[in-house]
């Protein structure tokens, strides 16, 4: 009972509607289950209603039970609720027009009046009223959303739509205005029928003097915004099944197959001739262009030429340098945003991020699905060029995929590793061809001059032999030299060879070798024999060959001080090759010459789907010892070329100076008991038949530039381009959805959101949903769908707020307070209903009153019949509702009748009137 009569629960912003007609804060609605069950007739009210009575005065319920009658969009309600002494009835009546002589506070006094009559004194009657003003017209003082696009621009091939700002970036905002309504409630809290007049030919309730004033916008429901539409119809490309050829038909089909016949050229002639000659973009697409007319001409392309030609050089540009120091520094900024470094996307401003972009924007604008297959078809073919013009893709990072990436990122990545490693492969030829040129040059010169003096030297009596014997073996070693040079400048290419083609090139190089260590000294005659055992694969058919020419006696002595001489013969046999630069101060354990580090073959680059498989195909091997063991030859390739680089660059090594070099950690060093550091090898080195004690020993002198290559560029690049061009539109829009999320999440966070701290927090909630979706196992579509949706919320949201910063601004208001009015317009979007500080005279509702009078002058031919605002009001719009609240206390049912709280609710719209009363009477002295 005290809730209808407290003034704190007039007028609420958001309430049941009972709530705003009785001021009650708890109830029992009863109301019927189905329309067709509606209780129209006064009997079964009355019927229901008794029996609602008599339920409450068994269970002492105090809280008020109300019954819904008549037609459900009436909301008509009756009740009645019971308190100790006291019964409250809960009536209403409904009309749809207000009668002549109630359409004014005077003559809803008289029908409260009439409605608590028979008592003797009636004290005076408190009123609260609240008029309610509605603008839908913002003339003057809306902005454009979105700019409108231009009408030279716009044409019959290249149709675009409002708010498209090219294929570089996303668009943003709504298309229309998401603000529909503005509601203005000027309110007079409380004073007494004596104080104001409001009747049919005057009124003092005049809103520009009222005390309090109030507001509140509507939204549009579901406002069309760019973004998230942008991002709906990519989404709905993850379903399609189709492929690019079936899009685009029998043109790119072909020019497909052109291209498959040359890669399989390219696989089994690694030597053919490549495009030398470097063209534009454009001009290859103009190329294709033409290949296509020629098939087909009738049908147009998706993407208009112009418009096709700028995205490839968007995303292909021309100047490879300055787009690679473009690509670093936004990668730069992009690693500082330490919100996105859990994304498994793209970096900001990659190729793939781009892609994703230009993907986006082309579904929506140009063409739809088939667009999008055109652009896909067109830069598979710039990615196959720039293979074969061995030209690097901007855009990218530099080095091994990395794995924190999309798949589809490292899918190019591991295409310009190819195209880098190429690269440096001839480069590295090209400059040993011209070492070789000069090197030959210089010895053929110093050759002519060693034929000179010979020749001088024969002719004089005065040579010696000694003389002779000297100037003999300068040209045979000199010989030798520049014949071992010359071989080894030949095959600075990698080859494709098996291991017994490689094996040959070590036998006849060591017979080589062979010839230089007799010609220097004929005391090697024997160890030269040894060291060829050595280091041939073929053991048992060397030791044949040896066993004809040493006898027993002199194996014997030889194998005595194998180690020995062993170390000795390579030092002299193999001339060091393939030598990067002195360790430090280390020295190789046998001789005590200098350790050399050597240049090894870079390990080969994999993405995540090539570990998975090669991962999987080492627990395919099973437990067994041969698959253990082909699991061990497996995980050591690379083992085994950086010892053959180390055992090439430091002859006479031991595993022991590999072991201090390669794996310090496996080298330990202690003081003796002399005082003396000594290094040893690791126990786990010492393990009979370790890994590598066995590769070691496999290992032969081979320096890298000579070794079968660990990565096979020509081939991994094929397969990239294979992986690429096999995959089906969608599975590409279900590649690239991940990416174009984080896009759109930045370009969310660009937007203003500076007073708008809830934004922050759900955006920030948002990017870690996103981060998990991304880095999840099996990417699900219906996961995008829903951080689409949130996206799009924000979106609205941030529409909203530029909306009413446009309406709401210091321009417009012509105040200086610029934070009072952000302040002002946060709230709006936060609250159901914002106070206007000062009312009228303050600097939002000076703004308000403008906006009010304007809209009022633009409806000038409405007729003003009625006008119970009186003439201060005449330049202000009649209130689209009006809202009464009489309350007051007397004695009932009789004059010595304890006095109980009386109020009467009452609403005038143009298509609505309706009261609602709650009288009270006394139970116990009636």
């Known amino acids: 009972m005290e809730d209808m009569i407290s003034m704190d629960g007039d007028f609420p912003p958001r309430a049941h509607c009972l709530c705003r007609w009785y001021g009650v804060q708890h109830f029992l609605v ?48 009756t009740g009645v609720a019971e308190a100790p002494g006291v019964r409250t009835t809960f009536d209403m009546v409904h009309l749809m027009k207000a009668p002549p002589q109630y359409n004014h506070l005077q003559g809803l006094l008289t029908i409260f009046r009439s409605k608590i009559a028979g ?58 205005d998401p603000i529909r309504e503005l509601h203005l409630y000027t309110t007079w809290p409380c004073f007494t029928e004596d104080m104001m007049v409001d009747n049919s030919s ?103 030429t112009e418009l096709l030609n700028e995205i490839l050089s968007y995303l292909f540009p021309d100047d490879a340098e300055n787009s690679s120091e473009e690509s670093n520094s936004v990668n730069d900024e992009q690693e500082n945003k330490e919100k996105y470094r859990h994304f498994k996307t793209a970096p900001e401003g990659s190729l793939v991020y781009k892609l994703a972009v230009c993907m986006c924007v082309v579904n929506y604008n140009h063409g739809g ?64 061809k011209s070492q070789t040129t000069a090197e030959t040059n210089n010895e053929n010169s110093s050759h002519q001059e060693i034929t000179n003096t010979k020749e001088i030297q024969s002719s004089s009596v005065s040579v010696s032999a000694e003389e002779e014997m000297v100037v003999d073996e300068l040209q045979g070693s000199e010989w030798s030299v520049k014949s071992n040079k010359t071989d080894s400048d030949s095959d600075e290419e990698f080859f494709e060879c098996d291991d017994d083609s490689r094996h040959f090139d070590d036998k006849s190089s060591n017979s080589d070798e062979k010839e ?38 002199e194996e ?14 390579d030092s002299v046999a193999h001339q060091p090759e393939g030598r990067l630069r002195q360790c430090d101060d280390l020295l190789l354990q046998s001789c005590e010459e200098p350790l050399y580090i050597p240049i090894m073959q870079d390990p080969a680059p994999m993405t995540e789907d090539m570990l998975e498989e090669h991962a999987e195909i080492l627990a395919q091997l099973g437990t067994s010892s041969e698959g253990a063991e082909l699991r061990a030859r497996m995980q050591s390739a690379c083992l085994l070329s950086d010892m053959e680089s180390f055992k090439a660059a430091n002859p006479g090594c031991i595993l022991a100076d590999f072991v201090r070099w390669y794996s310090p950690r496996d080298w330990i060093e202690e003081v003796n008991d002399d005082g003396i550091l000594k290094g040893s090898l690791s126990q786990r080195m010492k393990i009979p038949g370790n890994t590598w004690q066995e590769v070691w020993n496999q290992a032969k ?43 759109a999440l930045i370009r969310v966070e660009q937007a203003e959101m500076k007073n708008l701290p809830v934004l922050k927090t759900t955006l920030e909630q948002i990017i870690l949903s996103a981060s998990k979706t991304t880095r999840s196992a099996s990417q699900e579509v219906t996961k995008y769908q829903e951080l689409i949706k949130q996206i799009k919320l924000v979106e609205a949201v941030i529409a909203r707020s530029e909306s009413l910063k446009t309406k709401f601004s210091p321009q417009a208001t012509g105040t200086k307070n610029q934070a009072e009015m952000e302040t002002f317009v946060s709230s709006l979007l936060e609250q159901p209903e914002v106070p206007v500080i000062g009312a009228a005279k303050g600097p939002a509702g000076s703004l308000i009153k403008k906006l009010f009078i304007d809209a009022q002058r633009a409806f000038k031919s409405t007729d003003e019949e009625g006008s119970s605002t009186g003439q201060n009001t005449s330049q202000f719009p009649r209130p689209t509702g009006r809202e009464f609240i009489l309350r007051t206390s007397v004695p009932r049912p009789a004059p010595y009748s304890k006095p109980t709280h009386q109020r009467m609710f009452c609403v005038l719209m143009q298509d609505e009137f309706r009261i609602a009363g709650a009288f009270s009477e006394d139970t116990s002295f009636q």
């Open 30 to 77: 009863l109301a019927p289950s189905a329309k067709s069950d509606a209780i129209s007739s006064e009997s079964k009210c009355n019927l229901l209603l008794s029996s609602a009575t008599v339920a409450i005065n068994n269970t002492n319920c105090k809280v008020p039970v109300f019954a819904q009658i008549q037609q459900k969009w009436r909301r008509m309600y």
């Open 119 to 176: 008592t003797v004194n009636i004290p005076y009657v408190n009123v609260s009223v609240r008029f309610t003003f509605v603008l839908q017209d913002w003339t003057h003082y809306s902005a454009w959303p979105q700019q409108p696009p231009d009408i030279d621009e716009v044409d019959n091939e290249n149709d675009v739509s409002i708010g498209y700002a090219g294929f570089k970036s996303l668009p943003f905002g709504a298309i229309e």
């Open 202 to 304: 005057f009124s003092d309730l005049d809103p520009l003097r009222a005390p309090v004033w109030s507001v509140r916008v509507r939204m549009v429901d579901n406002p069309e915004c760019l973004l998230a539409d942008y991002l709906l119809e990519f989404e709905k490309l993850c379903s399609r099944k189709e492929s690019t050829e079936q899009l685009l038909g029998k043109a790119y089909q072909e020019e497909n197959e052109e291209n498959i016949g040359e890669a399989l050229q390219r696989l089994t002639d690694p030597g053919m001739a490549f495009i030398s000659k470097k063209a534009t973009v454009v001009s290859r697409l103009k190329t294709r262009r033409k290949k296509r007319r020629k098939v087909e001409s009738n049908e147009p392309e998706p993407i208009p």
């Open 369 to 432: 699905m088939k667009g999008a297959a055109h652009l896909w078809h067109e830069f598979l073919l710039e990615l196959r060029y720039r293979l074969e013009s061995k030209t690097l893709i901007s855009g990218l990072n530099s080095g091994s995929p990395n794995l924190g990436y999309c798949i589809l990122h490292q899918k190019l990545q591991m295409l310009n590793c190819c195209i880098s490693r190429k690269i440096a492969r001839e480069r590295r030829l090209k400059q040993t």
């Open 516 to 553: 230089i260590s007799e010609g220097k000294s004929g005391s090697l005659e024997g160890t030269s024999d040894d060291a060829r055992t050595d280091t041939c694969p073929d053991a048992s058919a060397v030791s044949t060959v040896t066993s004809q020419q040493i006898s027993p006696e």
């Open 556 to 569: 014997e002595e030889s194998s005595l001080g194998s180690i020995e001489t062993k170390n000795f013969v």
């Open 701 to 743: 002198p081979c320096p890298a530039h000579r070794q079968r290559r660990l990565f096979d560029d020509t081939k991994e690049a094929e397969k990239v381009l294979h992986f690429l061009s096999s995959m089906t539109l969608g599975d590409l829009a279900l590649h690239l959805i991940p990416v174009l999320i984080h896009s």
